[in-house]
C-alpha cells in the first residue's frame, strides 16, 4: 500500500473516532454526526475510495454478526411475520416503484438499471434509528422488527441486485428465474449457516479458553460469508443464522467467554460504524464530479424525486400491511398508529447501498453508472439527515414508550432473583449438610457471607422496582453498599499503584490485582 495512502486512511480513521466520542459526550446520534462531518470535510482533502468488496467482504459480516450475536432469537420468532414483510416484501415493493418512477424519469436509461437503483436503495440501515429507539426508549417490539428488518433485508436486496445487473449486462432474465435465483441463495445461506452453526457449536463445547473461543468468533462472520458467497447462496443469510445460533447458546459458554465477547464486539462495532458513517460523507466529491454533463437542476429535481418516492413507499407499504394483518386478525402482536408511524419513519439507507452502487460493473455505460452512483448518494444522505435527524423528535412527539416494559422487566428480575435465591440457598444448606459435622466458626462465617451476598442482589433488584430510591428519595441500602465499595475500591488502587511505584510490587502482580478489583466494580455496576 502506498504509504500515503495508508496515512490518509490512518488519519480517516482516527477522526471518526474523534467525531464520534463527541457524539458520545454529547449523547448525539453518532452516525448522523459522522455523515456530517464527512460531507463538510470532502472537499478539503484528497478523495478516500470506498472500495465496495471492503464493505461486503470486510466491514459487513462482522457488524451482521455482532448484531445477530446480540439480538433475541425468541424475540425475532414473535415478530417473524413483521420482519418477513419488511425484510422481503417491502424491499420487493421498493425496488419495483423505485425502478418504476426512475424509468419515467429517465427513460432513456434501461429498465433493468433503473430496477437495479431499485434494489440498491430499498435496504434500510437501522443502525441510526436502533440506536436513536434505545436511548429514548423506543418499545422493544418495534426495535426488535427494526433489527430483524436489517439483518434479512440485505440478502434480498443483494439477491435482487444481481438479478437486475446480469439482466442489464448481460441479457434478459425472466421473472422466474430471478425468483429460482432468490428461493436458492436464501436456502443455500439458511442450509451454509446452519451447518456452520452446529460445526462451531461443536468446537466450543470442547474448548474452555476464553482467548481461544473469542478469537474463533472474530473469524466466524469471514467464514460464513465468503462459505456462501463462495456457491453463490446469499453470505448475509448464512452469517445471520450462525449469529442468532450461537448468540442463543451463548448461555452454554464460560463466563471468561461471555465478558471477553461482550467487550470484543462493542469495540468491533464501535470501530467499523465510525468508519463506515465517515465512508459515506466523504464521497461527496468523487459522486458529483462523476455527473458533470447533466444540468444541476434536472439531476436535483431526479434526486429529490428518488427520495421522496423511497420514503413513501415505506410509508405505504407499512400501513398497507398493518392494516390488512387488522382486517384479517392474524400475525404477532400489531404495533399501535404512533408506532407503525415509527417503522414508517425509520428509514434511514446506509453504507451497503453505496457499496452497491460502487460495485455496478463496468459494462454498463459510464453516463448511466454515474447517475444510479449519483441517486443512491442522495438517497442515502437525504434519508440519513432528513429522517435521522427528526426521528427523535418524532419519538417524543408520539410519545412512543417503553416505560411499562422496564417496569415489567424490572418485576420479572426481582421475581427471578428471588426464585433464583431461594435455590442457592437450598443449595448452600446440602452443602453444608454434606460436611458432615457442625461447621466451625470460619465456616459459619463463610456461609454468612456467601448468604448475605445472595441476598443482597436479591435485594437490589426490588429496590429497582422504585428506580433505585428508598421511602422519600432516601438512597436504599444497595445503592449505599454499591457508592461506598466503589470509593474503597478506589483508595485500594491508589495504594497499589503506590507500591508499584516505590518498587513494591511488580507490574506482573499489580495487573492481577488491578484485573480483580475492575472485575469487582463491574459487578457493582451491574
Aim: hydrophobic share 50%.
Amino acid at each position: 500500500m502506498d504509504p500515503t495512502m495508508g496515512l490518509q486512511l490512518l488519519l480517516m480513521a482516527g477522526g471518526a473516532i474523534g467525531v464520534t466520542a463527541v457524539a458520545r459526550r454529547k449523547g448525539w446520534p453518532a452516525p448522523l454526526l459522522l455523515v456530517a462531518a464527512g460531507l463538510l470535510v470532502s472537499p478539503l482533502v484528497p478523495a478516500v475510495p470506498l472500495d465496495p468488496e471492503m464493505v461486503l467482504y470486510v466491514f459487513l459480516p462482522p457488524l451482521l454478526y455482532s448484531a445477530a450475536l446480540d439480538s433475541s432469537y425468541l424475540r425475532l420468532r414473535d415478530v417473524k411475520r413483521a420482519v418477513g414483510l419488511l425484510s422481503v416484501g417491502l424491499v420487493v415493493f421498493t425496488t419495483a416503484v423505485v425502478g418504476l418512477v426512475v424509468h419515467l424519469l429517465l427513460p432513456d436509461l434501461p429498465l433493468a438499471l433503473a430496477f437495479a437503483l431499485g434494489a440498491i436503495i430499498a435496504p434500510p440501515d437501522a443502525v441510526a434509528a436502533v440506536a436513536v429507539g434505545r436511548r429514548l426508549g423506543l418499545p422493544r417490539t418495534s426495535l426488535t422488527i427494526l433489527i430483524g428488518e436489517s439483518l434479512f433485508n440485505d440478502a434480498t436486496a443483494l439477491t435482487l441486485y444481481r438479478v437486475a445487473i446480469g439482466a442489464a449486462v448481460g441479457g434478459a432474465v425472466s421473472l422466474w428465474q430471478g425468483l429460482g435465483e432468490f428461493v436458492l441463495a436464501a436456502a443455500g445461506g439458511v442450509a451454509i449457516g446452519l451447518a456452520l452453526a452446529f460445526v462451531f457449536a461443536w468446537l466450543f463445547q470442547r474448548t474452555r479458553d476464553s482467548l481461544v473461543e473469542n478469537t474463533l468468533m472474530l473469524l466466524i462472520p469471514f467464514a460464513a460469508y465468503l462459505a456462501a458467497e463462495s456457491v453463490h447462496a446469499s453470505g448475509v443469510i448464512s452469517v445471520v443464522i450462525v449469529g442468532l445460533y450461537l448468540g442463543n447458546r451463548m448461555h452454554l459458554r464460560g463466563f471468561g467467554t461471555r465478558l471477553v465477547s461482550d467487550a470484543v464486539w462493542r469495540v468491533t462495532d464501535f470501530f467499523l460504524e465510525a468508519i463506515v458513517f465517515a465512508l459515506i460523507g466523504l464521497q461527496l466529491v468523487t459522486v458529483v464530479e462523476g455527473i458533470s454533463g447533466y444540468s444541476p437542476w434536472h439531476v436535483a429535481g431526479y434526486a429529490a424525486a428518488v427520495l421522496a418516492v423511497t420514503i413513501v413507499s415505506r410509508f405505504v407499504w407499512v400501513f398497507s400491511v398493518t392494516y390488512l394483518i387488522k382486517v384479517l386478525g392474524k400475525g404477532d402482536r400489531r404495533p399501535t398508529v404512533p408506532q407503525t408511524v415509527i417503522l414508517g419513519w425509520a428509514g434511514m439507507r446506509g453504507v451497503v447501498s453505496l457499496a452497491a452502487a460502487f460495485a455496478i460493473p463496468p459494462e454498463v455505460p459510464e453516463r448511466d453508472r454515474a447517475m444510479l452512483l449519483f441517486l443512491t448518494f442522495t438517497t442515502v444522505i437525504g434519508t440519513l439527515l432528513i429522517q435521522g435527524t427528526t426521528f427523535p423528535a418524532l419519538i417524543r412527539r408520539l410519545r412512543v414508550s417503553s416505560e411499562q416494559e422496564r417496569y415489567e422487566d424490572r418485576l420479572a428480575e426481582a421475581a427471578a432473583q428471588q426464585a433464583a435465591l431461594e435455590a442457592g440457598l437450598a443449595e448452600l444448606d446440602r452443602l453444608v449438610a454434606q460436611l458432615g459435622s457442625e461447621p466451625d466458626e470460619i465456616q459459619k462465617q463463610v456461609v454468612d457471607q456467601l448468604k448475605e451476598k445472595s441476598w443482597r442482589r436479591s435485594l437490589s433488584a426490588w429496590e429497582r422496582l422504585g428506580g433505585g430510591t428508598g421511602a422519600g428519595g432516601a438512597e436504599t441500602p444497595s445503592s449505599l453498599y454499591r457508592r461506598l465499595r466503589r470509593d474503597m475500591l478506589q483508595a485500594e488502587r491508589q495504594v497499589f499503584v503506590r507500591l508499584r511505584d516505590e518498587r513494591r510490587l511488580d507490574d506482573e502482580v499489580l495487573r492481577e490485582v488491578m484485573a480483580q478489583l475492575d472485575f469487582e466494580e463491574a459487578i457493582l455496576e451491574r
